[in-house]
């Protein structure tokens, strides 16, 4: 089973669906027993579909999303 920092580490790619059957399977059995990852996960994902949703967003300038999008980009590399 996977420990807190490594599901964090793997968070994006197990939401993705990138991650082997095997390490899903140890996020699926690190989440039966580990409420703060549950919070944090369900969290992340709230925070992905507002940002997604506001991005999709008229009221916001170009500049604005063409910045926002840059900054995603770069940091998720790291």
Do not use: W
Request: charged share 30%; glycine share 2%; proline share 4%.
């Amino acid at each position: 089973m996977i420990c807190c920092k490594e599901c964090l580490e793997l968070l994006h790619d197990y939401i993705e669906g990138e991650l082997s059957a095997e390490v899903h399977a140890s996020f699926e059995d690190h989440f039966e027993d580990c409420p703060p990852c549950i919070v944090f996960l369900n969290t992340y994902k709230a925070a992905i579909h507002m940002s997604q949703t506001t991005l999709k967003s008229n009221d916001i300038p170009d500049i604005v999303k063409e910045r926002l999008k840059k900054f995603i980009d770069k940091n998720k590399a790291e």
